[in-house]
């Protein structure tokens, strides 16, 4: 199997550390319910820090690895994780600070008004005036609903953060990464 392009890959998780002596790996998801990385039959790893959104050059493309999943299960918060190939506490360790990533084809179509967070972030934030609040550097869930933090992607500086709920999302337009939003700049 060739290895895939990073735009292909969502990042799921990070490896936080080994998990007993049998190779296990402790993953700290990037989602409460982390069904997709529960569910996955193969994983790629990175051992690259994450540069950006999906922006990689050729040489941290080619220290991807695919492992397959013999087992995942829940544990207090983290997913531990059993990969083929990796059979001792030591192996696990060297993958300690790992990005977890999954195919985009892994995941289920969704509706028409849903999207997948991943494919939010990076996209310009515009209010119903045209005028630009910035760019959608984070998504975080507060039990209620999700909330976009909107700044400088270069500095990671949050300048707002904004309910993202019906009333407040105007219109989502991915093609061109651009989200319109009934939002003012002082807000």
Excluded at 2 to 31: C, F
Excluded at 154 to 166: A, G
Excluded at 167 to 179: E, G, M, P, T, W
Aim: proline fraction near 3%.
């Amino acid at each position: 199997m060739s290895t895939p392009s990073l735009v292909d890959l969502i990042e799921l998780g990070a490896v936080q550390d080994a998990q007993g002596l049998q190779g296990q790996i402790k993953i700290r998801p990037h989602a409460a319910d982390p069904v997709t990385l529960l569910s996955s039959k193969e994983v790629w790893l990175s051992l690259i820090p994450r540069r950006g959104a999906g922006v990689c050059d050729s040489h941290a493309q080619a220290l991807l690895t695919l492992y397959q999943v013999r087992q995942a299960k829940m544990h207090s918060g983290t997913v531990v994780m059993t990969l083929d190939g990796v059979t001792d506490r030591d192996q696990a360790e060297a993958l300690k600070g790992a990005r977890i990533l999954v195919g985009r084809d892994v995941f289920p179509k969704i509706d028409k008004d849903s999207y997948y967070w991943v494919d939010l972030i990076g996209c310009t934030a515009v209010n119903l005036q045209e005028e630009v609040l910035g760019e959608v550097i984070d998504i975080t869930e507060n039990g209620a609903h999700g909330v976009i933090a909107i700044g400088d992607s270069e500095t990671k500086t949050v300048k707002q953060l904004v309910p993202f709920v019906k009333s407040v999302v105007q219109n989502v337009d991915l093609a061109h990464k651009r989200i319109t939003l009934d939002w003012q700049l002082d807000w």
